[in-house]
């Protein structure tokens, strides 16, 4: 009998929490946010060329299938999120040789974000990303609110950091600019 009481107070305490972040996050546009930072130990331009190999992403990041690149400021993504394949297409709209690259959706799947690169030491650079997001369904919805896209981009940061500090060096790397004017 104590079990039972047990558990239907962990569920209404679970579901109390479950509908105050649903309604946090309720609202128009990009409602849900992540910012993670990682550092990683190679030189700035080491971490900002290897980012700028976005066909390369499906290698550290769980949920992505496939980036193609269609010109220096457009993106395809195909990925499976909460369970769907879902694609969708970015603009960057700001990249910054070792400072920083935003983008925005532009189709499909509603995000926008921002990576930075910051020195920390001639071997070490701190990136930090925050991203902004619309999830879309009751089952992204639940995710979100549980942080399951909070996990799987801190596990494909960390995956970016084991990746390249064990290959000690970037595959290629892009040094245009784009600037938001």
């Not at 980036?67 to 694609?87: S, T, Y």
């Not at 995710?143 to 494909?156: H, I, K, L, P």
Request: no cysteine.
């Amino acid at each position: 009998m104590l079990n039972r009481v047990v558990t239907v107070a962990a569920l209404a305490v679970g579901g109390a929490l479950l509908s105050k972040q649903l309604k946090k996050n309720k609202g128009s546009g990009l409602d849900s946010a992540i910012v993670e930072t990682i550092e990683v130990n190679v030189p700035v331009n080491t971490a900002y060329n290897q980012w700028t190999q976005f066909e390369e992403f499906p290698q550290f990041m769980a949920s992505v299938q496939e980036i193609r690149q269609l010109d220096d400021k457009h993106l395809h993504w195909k990925a499976n999120v909460a369970g769907e394949v879902k694609e969708w297409d970015v603009e960057i709209t700001e990249q910054i040789p070792d400072k920083r690259i935003a983008w925005r959706s532009t189709s499909g799947v509603p995000n926008g974000g921002v990576v930075t690169f910051h020195k920390i030491s001639d071997d070490v650079t701190r990136i930090a990303l925050q991203m902004d997001y619309q999830p879309e369904g009751p089952l992204e919805k639940l995710g979100d609110a549980f942080g399951a896209v909070r996990m799987e981009t801190r596990g494909n940061l960390q995956k970016f950091k084991e990746m390249l500090e064990k290959r000690g060096r970037e595959t290629g790397g892009w040094r245009g600019s784009i600037s938001q004017h």
